[in-house]
T-cell receptor
Framework: DAKTTQPPSMDCAEGRAANLPCNHS???????VYWYRQIHSQGPQYIIH???NNETNEMASLIITEDRKSSTLILPHATLRDTAVYYC????????????FGGGTRLMVKP | DTGVSQDPRHKITKRGQNVTFRCDPI?????LYWYRQTLGQGPEFLTY????????KSRLLSDRFSAERPKGSFSTLEIQRTEQGDSAMYLC??????????????FGPGTRLTVL
């Protein structure tokens, strides 16, 4: 699986958009970008995934650059409950069944 | 609640003792995973079951660790002769199997193990 690089921490004001970057410059053509988050004392929670097109669901939007070497997870209106560690994971559907988590980004949403 | 459940939520044990954790996946999810998470780190994969078959094991899963899923439903993770380095959160996840598409993994709340 391709290696990902994320900032260790970020702050965001409540109600504002949170933009979480992820670099994955060694991503290969069949690898998807997935995002999970982990709220304190809970297990990780799936957010969204994509291959090359931008994706949106009820939780977030995923913007993938045209060269696919980086992506941004967008929480459009961050709330205090979005305070969590956000993990960017790159893997192919055929890469086995494990998820390889890095250090993630600790997002703190402040009132 | 139809999510993944784990029991116990917390376990404190003395070094050298054996411990066993249980995971109940979401009903009809035939894939089950175990991960370990130490403080400040992301989860690390330990092992994976498809139905009752254990198909993948990480090098992290030493011979003191054993996992079972006897009837393809719940799973147990046993650690024998615990060491202080085993202190961690043990996470279980499950997913359905649908060919050709990714299936998100649904995680339980974890079992926090403290070895004294």
């Amino acid at each position: 699986d391709a290696k990902t690089t994320q900032p260790p921490s970020m702050d965001c004001a409540e109600g504002r958009a949170a933009n979480l970057p992820c670099n994955h410059s060694t991503i290969s053509g069949n690898e998807y970008v997935y995002w999970y988050r982990q709220i304190h004392s809970q297990g990780p929670q799936y957010i969204i995934h994509g291959l090359k097109n931008n994706e949106t669901n009820e939780m977030a939007s995923l913007i993938i650059t045209e060269d696919r070497k980086s992506s941004t997870l967008i929480l459009p209106h961050a709330t205090l409950r979005d305070t969590a560690v956000y993990y960017c994971i790159v893997r192919s559907h055929n890469a086995g069944n494990m998820l390889t988590f890095g250090g993630g980004t600790r997002l703190m949403v402040k009132p | 609640d139809t999510g993944v459940s784990q029991d116990p939520r917390h376990k404190i044990t003395k070094r050298g003792q054996n411990v066993t954790f249980r995971c109940d996946p979401i009903s009809e999810h035939n894939r089950l995973y175990w991960y370990r998470q130490t403080l400040g780190q992301g989860p690390e994969f330990l092992t994976y079951f498809q139905n009752e078959a254990q198909l993948e094991k990480s090098r992290l899963l030493s011979d003191r660790f054993s996992a079972e899923r006897p009837k393809g439903s719940f799973s147990t993770l046993e650690i024998q002769r615990t060491e202080q380095g085993d202190s961690a959160m043990y996470l279980c996840a499950s997913s359905p199997r649908t060919s050709g598409t990714y299936n998100e993994q649904f995680f339980g709340p974890g079992t926090r193990l403290t070895v004294l």
